[in-house]
């Protein structure tokens, strides 16, 4: 694995993780303007918030070891940094938090001969997201050698991610739904927006997914 073709997409990756994580940062703005909010919901935010600082950190620690601290030293590739496993490690929590959290307020949301019918094949997806980044994570903590990568990649990455796209998309449609149902009944003008730029920032937050996981894949 050479660095011309081998961390393009790992910079690259790394460059939108870091801003987008500008955006989390604004995680005291919520706590300032929603402070009403109950325990259920200001935990997931700290907890997303506290992971996505360590997926971060870890990502510029794999970059800066084979960039900066290793440049010019083709052997220091034939071995895989500690920080790689344990980003996708962070990661793979920091999705199955948000897409249970979600899964949670469709359940909310369903009609109730629905909930179960709704939710139980997309938590299927999560769950499997979830062992698959789990077994790359401990794969690559256990085994050093880079040469264990494409095993990985075929193996585990590869089918998460397309898990996790096919999950998000099951939240997006049903969240466009749930809130599109919600808002065909009588309601105020405010609520009725509320639940307009939900499906709004579902359908963008699908998309966005779908962008991150596509270079991902070809690794």
Same mark, same amino acid.
């Given at each position: 694995?050479?660095?011309?073709?081998?961390?393009?997409?790992?910079?690259?990756?790394?460059?939108?993780?870091?801003?987008?994580?500008?955006?989390?940062?604004?995680?005291?703005?919520?706590?300032?303007?929603?402070?009403?909010?109950?325990?259920?919901?200001?935990?997931?935010?700290?907890?997303?918030?506290?992971?996505?600082?360590?997926?971060?950190?870890?990502?510029?620690?794999?970059? %800066?070891?084979?960039?900066?601290?290793? %440049?010019?030293?083709?052997?220091?590739?034939?071995?895989?940094?500690?920080?790689?496993?344990?980003?996708?490690?962070?990661?793979?929590?920091?999705? $199955?938090?948000?897409?249970?959290?979600?899964?949670?307020?469709? %359940?909310?949301?369903?009609?109730?001969?629905?909930?179960?019918?709704?939710?139980?094949?997309?938590?299927?997806?999560?769950?499997?997201?979830?062992?698959?980044?789990?077994?790359?994570?401990?794969?690559?903590?256990?085994?050093?050698?880079?040469?264990?990568?494409?095993?990985?990649?075929? %193996?585990?990455?590869?089918?998460?991610?397309?898990?996790?796209?096919?999950?998000?998309?099951?939240?997006?449609? $049903?969240?466009?739904?749930?809130?599109?149902? $919600?808002?065909?009944?009588?309601?105020?003008?405010?609520?009725?927006?509320?639940?307009?730029?939900?499906?709004?920032?579902?359908?963008?937050?699908?998309?966005?997914?779908?962008?991150?996981?596509?270079?991902?894949?070809?690794?």
């Amino acid at each position: 694995m050479g660095i011309p073709d081998g961390f393009g997409f790992t910079f690259i990756g790394g460059l939108v993780s870091t801003m987008l994580y500008g955006t989390t940062t604004l995680v005291y703005v919520y706590y300032m303007h929603y402070s009403e909010d109950t325990f259920t919901i200001k935990m997931p935010v700290a907890a997303i918030w506290t992971l996505d600082t360590l997926h971060v950190s870890f990502v510029c620690h794999v970059l %800066y070891h084979y960039l900066i601290t290793n %440049y010019g030293i083709p052997t220091s590739l034939n071995y895989i940094i500690w920080s790689l496993p344990a980003s996708v490690l962070t990661n793979i929590f920091m999705v $199955s938090v948000i897409q249970c959290f979600f899964v949670h307020r469709i %359940y909310c949301l369903c009609r109730p001969q629905l909930k179960w019918l709704v939710t139980a094949p997309i938590m299927l997806f999560v769950l499997a997201q979830f062992g698959l980044g789990m077994g790359t994570a401990v794969l690559g903590l256990i085994d050093h050698r880079s040469g264990i990568l494409k095993q990985i990649t075929y %193996y585990d990455m590869t089918p998460a991610w397309v898990i996790i796209i096919v999950a998000e998309v099951l939240i997006t449609v $049903s969240l466009c739904v749930v809130s599109n149902s $919600s808002s065909s009944g009588p309601m105020f003008s405010r609520t009725k927006r509320l639940l307009n730029t939900l499906i709004i920032y579902a359908v963008n937050r699908c998309l966005l997914t779908f962008r991150h996981c596509r270079p991902c894949c070809h690794q």
